[in-house]
């Protein structure tokens, strides 16, 4: 069973070498992934990731645990990247219309001209043969840099809402709509994907 | 096709109210309407289905690990910052 934050909060503050770096594997990759979504180059988000875990070790002190441990780490994590990034840019507003699903697919009247494709069983057949995983990873990177984000904290760390707005600094009604957005075109991706195969 | 009734949804409209749905956060009314159309519509209940799948696979992204050099240049890096708190 995974050690719950909170005890390896503990085992931190005593000094715990190996503590350190079990919170390393845990987060160093998502980390990676979510810094690379604000900066220009995986470089510069491997730099940041580093600096944020010295930023980790120096504020560990002063941690008053009222976020989760990850929450705090992850704001660390973007308040820097931000600071260092210029790929996002956080005045575009999300209010500009992104329809879930191309409005060609629909009749005059809103109904399905042409409806989804099945495709579950056919990816859950890949995924377990482990040949679905890498094109997921590689979809998630083609997905806007607030999309995925949102995606990244709330269904791959399956974060709640409420700490993704945290860490991200957005509204509720924002984190919702770039989640929709997110999902709908990755639901999209397992349809192309799928059917490219029939 | 079933009668459109005043305030029935359509198909086009209902995709977009699927992750308010999922996160719980239609109002009543809206909830009733969303769950009344996917009753009578097959595709919208694929396409539910679909954005579940779409998340649980998502899910399963587990993170890659760490090489042991990288475990190593951390240790390194927690030993430098407790000789410097020392």
């Given at each position: 069973m995974m050690e719950s934050d909170g005890d390896l909060l503990l085992r931190l503050r005593s000094g715990d070498e190996r503590a350190f770096v079990t919170l390393v594997e845990r987060y160093h990759?998502?980390?990676?992934?979510?810094?690379?979504?604000?900066v220009p180059s995986p470089a510069?988000?491997?730099?940041?990731?580093?600096?944020?875990?010295?930023?980790?070790?120096?504020?560990?002190?002063?941690?008053?645990?009222?976020?989760?441990?990850?929450?705090?780490?992850?704001?660390?994590?973007?308040?820097?990247?931000?600071?260092?990034?210029?790929?996002?840019?956080?005045?575009?507003p999300v209010a500009d219309p992104e329809p879930a699903v191309d409005p060609a697919r629909f009749d005059a009247a809103g109904g399905w001209a042409d409806p989804p494709e099945r495709w579950i069983e056919a990816a859950e057949g890949r995924m377990e043969a482990g040949k679905l995983a890498d094109r997921i990873r590689a979809?998630?990177?083609?997905?806007?840099?607030?999309q995925r984000q949102v995606v990244i904290l709330r269904d791959i760390e399956e974060m709640s809402s409420e700490e993704v707005c945290a860490v991200l600094a957005i509204s509720d009604a924002n984190q919702r709509v770039l989640l929709h957005r997110g999902r709908s075109r990755l639901r999209q991706l397992f349809e192309d994907e799928f059917r490219e195969v029939r | 096709m079933r009668l459109l009734r005043g305030r029935d949804l359509v198909c086009q409209q209902a995709v977009e109210l699927v992750t308010a749905y999922l996160e719980g956060r239609l109002s009543r009314s809206a909830r009733r309407r969303f769950e009344a159309h996917l009753?009578?519509?097959?595709?919208?209940?694929?396409?539910?289905?679909?954005?579940?799948?779409?998340?649980?696979?998502?899910?399963?992204?587990?993170?890659?690990?760490?090489?042991?050099?990288?475990?190593?240049?951390?240790?390194?890096?927690?030993?430098?910052?407790?000789?410097?708190?020392?």
């Open positions: 990759e998502p980390m990676l992934r979510l810094a690379l979504s604000f510069v988000a491997e730099e940041v990731v580093q600096d944020t875990w010295l930023a980790v070790l120096r504020g560990l002190e002063g941690f008053e645990g009222r976020s989760s441990l990850q929450t705090w780490v992850f704001r660390i994590l973007v308040n820097r990247a931000r600071t260092t990034g210029t790929r996002e840019r956080r005045s575009v979809w998630m990177n083609e997905l806007p840099a607030r | 009753a009578g519509c097959p595709h919208c209940t694929e396409y539910l289905a679909q954005m579940r799948e779409t998340i649980s696979l998502t899910g399963r992204l587990a993170p890659e690990d760490l090489s042991p050099q990288m475990r190593d240049e951390f240790v390194e890096l927690y030993r430098r910052w407790k000789s410097e708190q020392q």
